[in-house]
């Protein structure tokens, strides 16, 4: 099984990122995914969850309005639109699904 993330970058408050995570030797189409942050210091969190069809989703209070997470089934990937990102959002973030982690890539956030 492999959870592959990237897209985590330095980028500016106010910025914008777009986060994936691929999958192999998974069963993606029919698994709830998350994407779950850990900063340093602090507890993880779940950002989103998204369930199989897309149809189900929620977000964490502290990204609502400003994340958005999807997934392509046939792609066997997920993402995570990042707009507005404040110094705040600076963790690790990493895809979550059927008990199966990826290996996290790094946002930061800051001038």
């Known amino acids: 099984v492999q959870l592959v993330e990237s897209g985590g970058a330095l980028v500016q408050p106010g910025g914008t990122l777009r986060l994936s995570c691929t999958a192999s030797e998974f069963p993606f189409s029919t698994a709830i995914m998350r994407w779950v942050r850990q900063a340093p210091g602090k507890e993880r969190e779940t950002v989103a969850e998204?369930?199989?069809?897309?149809?189900?989703?929620n977000y964490a209070d502290s990204v609502k309005g400003r994340f958005t997470i999807s997934r392509d089934n046939a792609r066997k990937t997920l993402y995570l639109q990042m707009n507005s990102l404040k110094p705040e959002d600076t963790a690790v973030y990493y895809c979550?699904?059927?008990?199966?982690w990826g290996q996290g890539t790094q946002v930061t956030v800051s001038s």
């Open positions: 998204i369930n199989w069809t897309g149809a189900s989703i």
């Open positions: 979550n699904g059927n008990g199966h």
